[in-house]
């Protein structure tokens, strides 16, 4: 995307490739496990519903606990199949591509669930609620995952990062350019400059949709 009669040069030549973080687990969750983690999901109860769409979540968007249960009814595109991260790490905004599997539960969480759960006359239009109608918290989020690993039969410690980190993993193992696995997780420290990023937004966009493993499974 360089036009070399304009700048010169390649500005991106000497940018540093992002990496994983050094403090990962030892034993990352594989795909097949994270398929089975959400599929661990009592479909039979309104709230087993819930816990399916917030664990896509979780791992369709590498999302963290403290963006997710801030996310708000506007902050879902389902036309554009983008989710606005409003509240992130260190305050700042973002927005990031959405698998389809993964819109798909959020929107049968919204049509068959939310409504049940709403109390009469309060509603802040948070996205993610309790069934009690209160806005579900780190804890709330952390039970959804324990539910759904309990009932998976998965005997390793999942925790709600285990499945940003896991996204990361298999993005990576599925050859995805680093620089927009990087954009994806929203790290604080970027490696990039800023205006090479706004140029590697709609690569990152085609590039996540192409490779992501909640594109490429249509049932599960």
Excluded at 9 to 34: A, F, G, Y
Excluded at 110 to 136: I, N, S, W, Y
Excluded at 147 to 172: D, E, F, M, N, Y
Excluded at 186 to 214: C, D, I, N, Q, W
């Amino acid at each position: 995307m360089v036009v070399k009669d304009l700048l010169g040069e390649d500005p991106s030549i000497d940018l540093e490739m992002p990496r994983l973080p050094h403090n990962l687990p030892k034993v990352i969750l594989t795909e097949d496990e994270v398929a089975k983690l959400l599929g661990g999901a009592d479909l039979r109860s309104p709230v087993g519903v819930r816990d399916r769409a917030v664990l896509e979540l979780l791992y369709g968007i590498a999302i963290r606990t403290g963006e997710l249960i801030a996310l708000k009814l506007s902050h879902v595109d389902f036309n554009e199949r983008i989710v606005y991260i409003k509240q992130g790490k260190g305050g700042k905004e973002g927005s990031v591509p959405a698998p389809v599997q993964t819109l798909k539960w959020v929107r049968r969480y919204l049509e068959e669930v939310r409504p049940r759960f709403v109390r009469k006359g309060v509603d802040d239009q948070t996205l993610f609620l309790t069934h009690t109608g209160a806005c579900m918290d780190r804890g709330a989020v952390c039970l959804s995952v324990h539910r759904c690993r309990k009932r998976a039969g998965l005997i390793r410690h999942v925790t709600p990062k285990s499945l940003r980190i896991a996204l990361a993993s298999h993005l990576h193992a599925h050859e995805m350019n680093p620089r927009h696995i990087h954009l994806i997780l929203r790290h604080e420290k970027l490696s990039t400059v800023t205006e090479y990023a706004r140029t590697t937004l709609t690569g990152m966009s085609k590039a996540f949709r192409k490779r992501h493993p909640r594109e490429k499974r249509s049932s599960r």
